[in-house]
């Protein structure tokens, strides 16, 4: 009878350790930062003058212009892939009404293969809003994480080979108090990144409330940099609508090439974390933020 007991004891240890095992980590989708892009829409008279000021800025070049189809249902833009130093962008220009969601998404990232990546980033908590369909040069997917952060994910038939970037560009997502734990314990599941800083305090004039503080969250993974900005959405203008923050050499240099080619800083200078920062809107109206180190 004693030896009967221990072996249903037994059998109870081992079922419930099979029961509340974790199961295995899917595994790494990304590539590099480098085949991550911005996604930029904006009017089709706007596209060229935009992307002249945006490469006189950032240096780099861009691809040839085409006129596709990008959308799993019938529409029609111009597009083109801006690459710098600092930063690559997708440029949109449609010639007919965007199909819901796409202009909603703020990045696209480039993974080594969309099915896996998509059941990973259902299984780390993302819907997914757009189901994966084919495209000119590959396929894609949108997917959205908890707090609403719309993404793109594609998969190249052919893959591509991009030279890495001088600074690697931020990614700056703002949440909700009431997602923001959902929102990186989902995406740093899915991109096997990590919390590389986390805090409480951050200086207010940040997100252009000097009176205040806010959450900052950095994280870092294959797919590159990541800012989580935790607020309760009391925001002014233009805080929220930078979706990425590019890291260059000294600000000063860069912003006065920006001035010259039409764009027009709309946050002045300030120091903050060890950078100065500033913000910008180019011709065509894409804000972003713009950093460097802070002088010693």
């Known amino acids: 009878m004693l ?3 221990s072996l249903i004891a037994g059998a109870a240890i081992l079922l419930s350790a099979a029961t509340n095992a974790k199961p295995p980590a899917a595994p790494p989708v990304a590539i590099d930062s480098q085949y991550d892009t911005t ?3 904006v009017r089709p008279e706007d596209v060229d003058r935009f992307v002249q000021s945006f490469v006189a800025t950032f240096g780099g070049q861009s691809t040839k212009q085409v006129v596709a189809t990008v959308t799993p249902t019938p529409s029609s833009t111009t597009s083109q892939l801006v690459q710098t130093p600092y930063g690559t962008i997708s440029v949109f220009g449609f010639t007919t009404p965007v199909p819901y969601p796409f202009g909603a998404e703020r990045n696209g990232y480039l993974v080594k293969d969309l099915d896996l990546a998509l059941k990973a980033a259902r299984e780390a908590g993302a819907d997914v809003l757009v189901s994966a369909f084919p495209d ?11 707090g609403g952060v719309n993404l793109q994910l594609y998969w190249h038939t052919t893959a591509p080979n ?3 970037f001088d600074r690697v560009p931020e990614n ?5 108090t009431y997602r923001s734990a959902q929102f990186v314990h989902g995406f740093t599941t899915f991109s096997h990144g990590k919390v590389v800083s986390d805090v409480s305090t951050a200086p207010g004039v940040e997100i252009g409330r000097p009176d205040t503080t806010y959450r900052r969250i950095r994280i870092e993974s294959t797919f590159g940099r990541m800012v989580v900005l935790v607020t309760d959405g009391l925001l002014p203008y233009p805080y929220g609508r930078e979706t990425t923050g590019y890291e260059v050499p000294v600000l000063s240099e860069t912003l006065g090439k920006a001035q010259a080619a039409g764009a027009k800083v709309i946050v002045a200078p300030f120091d903050s974390d060890g950078r100065s920062s500033a913000i910008v809107e180019f011709p065509g109206g894409y804000v972003a933020e713009i950093h460097s180190s802070s002088a010693p």
Request: hydrophobic share 45%.
């Open 3 to 5: 030896a009967l007991r």
């Open 39 to 41: 996604h930029v829409y």
């Open 136 to 146: 000119p040069i590959g396929r894609d997917a949108v997917i959205q994480w908890p």
């Open 162 to 164: 991009y030279a890495p």
């Open 172 to 176: 700056r997502v703002y949440v909700s």
